[in-house]
Nanobody, 115 residues
Framework: QVQLVESGGGLVQPGGSLKLTCTSS??????MAWYRQPPGKQREFVAA???????KYADSVKGRFTISRDNPTDTVYLQMNFLETEDTAVYYC???????????RGQGTQVTVSS
């Protein structure tokens, strides 16, 4: 069973940067992705990276966020630059298990952008 643990969240001022890390254990993942849930809103897609390295981003974060992964350690990162107050949310790491195709999600990490 794949287990995902996020880290790197916190409080940052508008225009600042944060880097989120998601460490996977219990099996390799094919697609890894970040979703977020702003306060009072539904969860939304942020970015995904596929096993071959292809990436996909939500329009709202294009040019500001970068997703990357380290395949040997099944770790995925989300570099967030030029953060805006609208980026405030709980960020969740998601992964698709390579062996079974089952989806997994981490517990989430809070990102707050505020002056």
């Amino acid at each position: 069973q794949v287990q995902l643990v996020e880290s790197g969240g916190g409080l940052v001022q508008p225009g600042g940067s944060l880097k989120l890390t998601c460490t996977s254990s219990g099996g390799s993942a094919s697609t890894m992705a970040w979703y977020r849930q702003p306060p009072g809103k539904q969860r939304e897609f942020v970015a995904a990276i596929f096993l071959g390295g292809t990436t996909k981003y939500a329009d709202s974060v294009k040019g500001r966020f970068t997703i990357s992964r380290d395949n040997p350690t099944d770790t995925v990162y989300l570099q967030m630059n030029f953060l805006e107050t609208e980026d405030t949310a709980v960020y969740y790491c998601n992964a698709i298990a390579l062996a079974t195709g089952a989806p997994y999600r981490g517990q989430g990490t809070q990102v707050t952008v505020s002056s």
